[in-house]
């Protein structure tokens, strides 16, 4: 059960950086950004994340705030599989989860 918490939590790890590296990028990059190789590749990385949150938020929300809204879930994510891993390594012991 901990390999596969530790899994989830290193997958809602990547995609957080992903999200986070591609705003930073877009920002950066401004009008550009649509050209530029790293932050193609980092869309390809968050589309997943930004179809589900497409598909939880409701329709009032617009495009534009549906990275916001997926940053938030994997936020969310990441703080329940932490929850979770802490409990695990507490029942079998801490020297157990290195």
Not at 49 to 55: C, E, F, N, T, Y
């Amino acid at each position: 059960m901990l390999l596969i918490i530790t899994i989830v939590k290193a997958v809602v790890e990547i995609a957080l950086m992903a999200l986070l590296g591609r705003f930073i990028l877009g920002w950066l990059a401004g009008e550009r950004r649509e050209s530029n190789l790293i932050y193609q590749v980092l869309s390809v990385l968050v589309r997943p994340v930004l179809g589900l949150a497409r598909l939880l938020s409701p329709r009032v929300v617009l495009d534009r705030h549906v990275p916001l809204v997926a940053f938030l879930l994997l936020g969310f994510a990441w703080v329940f599989a932490l929850a979770a891993k802490v409990d695990a390594c507490l029942r079998v012991g801490v020297d157990l989860c290195r």
